[in-house]
């Protein structure tokens, strides 16, 4: 049994704030965007949760997820369904990325991805707030972490997906018990049947970013490498940013350390990784925008990142640019490319949006945006075997004559 989950810990949130305006919300109530329609970030009293857990106390529970708990939403253990939110492993990359380069590998997760932490904590915050049916836009990876949890405390899931969205995503939907429906559009066209239906009543809506909570389960990935790193930061982060959710929080969860007087001011550089075929993002930024416009006609093998319009684009522009980071662009022969590259000299399967990262690192490298003697962190926020590989076709006829040399 998990002592993080049995353990009766306070828990410290004090209200919800729009991340536009600032203007504060109610906690234990549901909420969804604020009144000018953009996200809402939890608030904690950190001064006392600094009075009540130091570092080494913390250092000292299992490492997984809950052990945040005090930095986290969730008021009462009952709510929590847990399939085993594992503290995710830096796996060096030294032959396709570097001496400084780990990858935190969110393949291991439940339902393969980082998705998990978001969605444990949003299904969770749910289930404390009475909901009892939830309908999402996805790309794959967030609808199988929704239907996991959701299905697991009975919350009743209808899931809304491009019609091209990889195969074994729709499948694992479905067979975790959402009903899911493959739709003639983008992630975007999906979330505005999920809106429709909201407005009537019919669902609560798991958009990104939409309900406050997927926010702070993403944070743990920035809350771990600190941890990780000895609390110190890496010194870049390439995050393969589709809704930006992880990348906002991680900056939310760095500055949440640093009032906790665990980390000081030193931040990494944050490389926000898109593909060329739908970079709004890397768009804006280049032009110097606080906030993105829909990119038409997005499209890249990097299902994950295919998001042409974020509702937190200007927070993930804000930390970007506050990081002294990049919002970056790469090809999909790039990325194809990379992930080839860190299985075959490194072993290590990545998803494409992985490669994407790897990708981006050494167009970094090469434009002088990060040093090869800086300690770098690439997420790798799939397992890369839900997507497709090329072909092995060689077969052996064992009632033949057998040319070993040639094996
Ligand atoms: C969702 C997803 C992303 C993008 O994550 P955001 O936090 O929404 O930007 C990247 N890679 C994979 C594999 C994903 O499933």
Redesign the pocket.
């Known amino acids: 049994m998990n002592t993080n989950l049995i353990t009766d810990r306070p828990t410290f949130v004090t209200h919800l704030e729009c991340s536009m305006t600032g203007e504060r919300y109610a906690a234990d109530t549901l909420q969804g965007l604020s009144r000018v329609g953009r996200p809402l970030l939890v608030r904690y009293d950190l001064a006392a949760v600094k009075a009540s857990l130091d570092r080494d106390a913390l250092m000292r529970r299992e490492t997984d997820l809950w052990r945040w708990r005090e930095l986290l939403p969730v008021r009462d253990t009952a709510d929590i369904v847990s399939l085993g939110e594992i503290e995710t492993p830096l796996i060096p990359l030294p032959r396709s990325g570097g001496r400084n380069v780990l990858v935190k590998d969110e393949g291991r997760l439940p339902t393969g991805?980082f998705?998990a932490r978001g969605l444990v904590m949003a299904v969770a915050m749910a289930k404390a707030l009475g909901v009892t049916r939830i309908a999402m836009p996805t790309?794959?990876?967030?609808g199988a972490a929704l239907a996991a949890y959701a299905t697991r405390c009975g919350i009743e899931t209808i899931v809304f997906c491009p019609d091209d969205t990889p195969e074994i995503n729709v499948r694992e939907i479905a067979m975790q018990g959402a009903r899911v429906w493959r739709v003639n559009g983008l992630i975007d066209d999906c979330g505005a049947i999920v809106a429709e239906g909201a407005k009537q009543g019919r669902w609560f809506d798991f958009s990104?970013l939409k309900e406050p909570y997927r926010i702070e389960g993403?944070k743990t990935m920035g809350l771990e490498l600190a941890a990780q790193f000895g609390w110190e930061l890496p010194d870049a982060i390439f995050y393969?940013?589709?809704?930006?959710?992880?990348?906002i929080g991680m900056w939310k969860a760095f500055d949440e350390l640093e009032a906790l007087g665990w980390i000081g001011p030193a931040r990494p550089k944050m490389f926000a990784v898109q593909a060329s075929g739908c970079a709004p993002i890397v768009r804006a930024f280049e032009a110097g925008e606080d906030h993105a416009e829909r990119w038409e006609d997005a499209s890249t093998v990097a299902a994950?990142?295919r998001?042409p319009k974020a509702v937190g684009d200007f927070l993930i522009l804000r930390a970007v640019r506050e990081s002294g980071g990049q919002a970056l662009a790469v090809g999909d022969p790039a990325i194809l490319k990379a992930v080839d590259a860190a299985a075959r000299a490194d072993g290590l399967l990545l998803?494409p949006?992985g490669g994407a990262t790897l990708a981006a690192y050494r167009q970094a490298v090469k434009m002088g945006q990060v040093d090869e003697d800086e300690r770098v962190v690439l997420f790798n926020?799939?397992t890369g075997l839900k997507y497709p590989m090329p072909a092995a076709p060689q077969a052996l006829d064992r009632t033949q004559p057998i040319d070993f040399d040639a094996l």
């Open positions: 991805s998705k790309n794959g990876n967030a990104t993403k393969p940013t589709g809704g930006g959710t992880g990348l994950g990142i998001v998803c949006e926020c799939a």
